[in-house]
């Protein structure tokens, strides 16, 4: 089959971002099902690579694989294209939904709807986490010591340790291919101002830079700073963020263009999202032709194994640190409860259906 045009795979993933829910998972396997088995526009051994890339590299899963496929078939220009389509579509919703959080958050209907929600996000992102700890992990011994050890720190510091991460990747590489050198016998401001905004891109870049994993690993490392360091947020609305990206399709950080509308307006919106995909876009493309040439090589591997099983760990304590201030009585336990279970034995139930219902429960408990 000759490979598609730009337009037509721009158009793809215009309609993956607008209607492409369920996370990272569900949409890195939607781009296999429709580009690799049904349409035929990427083989097998490309889509792999891609994947490979996507993890040893920072920023989010599917929009990295989304740059790559895009560079594949086009270079610079086509990595551009199909990212901006992918992006655009959750963009605009996060900052509508943005819009109508300032403007009607302090109702009560809508601090009932963010009751129901949180709750179930936090079973939806356990039922994330666990699935992709199963996939990634599987039962190697090595790489669970190490995503334990990143759950940890995250649960006790609520913040992602970036330097833990590339440490496990250092760990698994040395210990699996260790390099000949170490062989015996070698040698050993206000809402919209200019200093807030520049705030906000000076952070958004640093998560789009340095966090790895899916989507979901920068949720403990946004945590951090959003609430923790700068304050911008606060526990309940850091948490309507993550609700909001769980009820969107597209790439699930595209939450930080709604943080950044709640922190500097729609200014803040273009910053905070174009500083966190601009750097994974960079860091996808610029070693894309290196990469395609020697990414099957051994101690690329295992550095891969060592970072994902990292940032798992710290998707991992994320839900526990989360679940702190969303899970806080019998009725919200219950909530995340029953979205987990549905998520688990119901898996034809999309995730914005339970969003929706948890918000109803929320609107009956609190309305």
């Not at 740059?67 to 509508?96: E, Q």
């Not at 991992?316 to 009585?329: E, K, M, P």
């Amino acid at each position: 089959m000759p490979p598609p045009s730009l337009s037509a795979l721009s158009r793809y993933f215009l309609r993956l971002g607008a209607l492409g829910f369920g996370g990272p998972i569900a949409l890195v396997g939607a781009m296999h099902r429709d580009l690799v088995e049904d349409r035929g526009w990427l083989s097998e051994v490309e889509y792999r690579e891609g994947m490979a890339l996507a993890q040893l590299s920072p920023g989010p899963l599917a929009a990295q694989l989304c740059f790559y496929i895009g560079y594949v078939r086009g270079g610079w220009l086509g990595a551009a294209l199909v990212g901006a389509a992918f992006v655009l579509p959750s963009f605009l919703m996060v900052v509508a939904l943005g819009w109508a959080y300032v403007r009607y958050g302090g109702m009560a209907w809508m601090q009932a709807v963010f009751y129901g929600v949180g709750a179930a996000v936090i079973g939806l992102i356990a039922r994330s986490a666990w699935n992709l700890t199963r996939k990634t992990l599987a039962s190697d011994a090595l790489l669970w010591a190490i995503a334990l050890v990143l759950a940890a720190t995250t649960m006790v510091t609520g913040r992602e340790i970036a330097s833990l991460i590339l440490a496990g990747g250092a760990i698994v590489w040395l210990w699996r291919t260790p390099p000949r050198w170490l062989h015996p016998g070698t040698h050993l401001l206000e809402a919209g101002s200019a200093l807030l905004l520049l705030q906000l891109l000076g952070f958004f870049s640093y998560a789009g830079a340095f966090v790895f994993g899916s989507g979901l690993a920068i949720v403990p490392f946004l945590h951090g700073g959003v609430v923790q360091q700068y304050h911008w947020l606060t526990e309940s609305q850091f948490l309507d963020a993550v609700a909001v990206a769980m009820i969107t399709p597209g790439p699930v950080v595209i939450t930080t263009g709604f943080i950044g509308y709640l922190v500097a307006g729609f200014a803040g919106a273009c910053i905070a999202a174009g500083a966190t995909f601009l750097p994974c876009f960079l860091l996808t493309v610029l070693p894309a032709p290196w990469f395609r040439r020697h990414g099957q090589r051994p101690w690329l591997k295992a550095v891969v194994d060592g970072i994902t099983a990292g940032a798992v760990g710290a998707i991992l304590g994320a839900v526990v640190v989360l679940g702190r201030q969303s899970v806080r009585d019998l009725p919200t336990f219950a909530i995340a409860a029953a979205a987990l279970a549905v998520a688990v034995s119901m898996r034809k139930v999309p995730e914005p259906v339970i969003v929706i219902v948890a918000a109803m429960a929320g609107l009956a408990l609190r309305g």
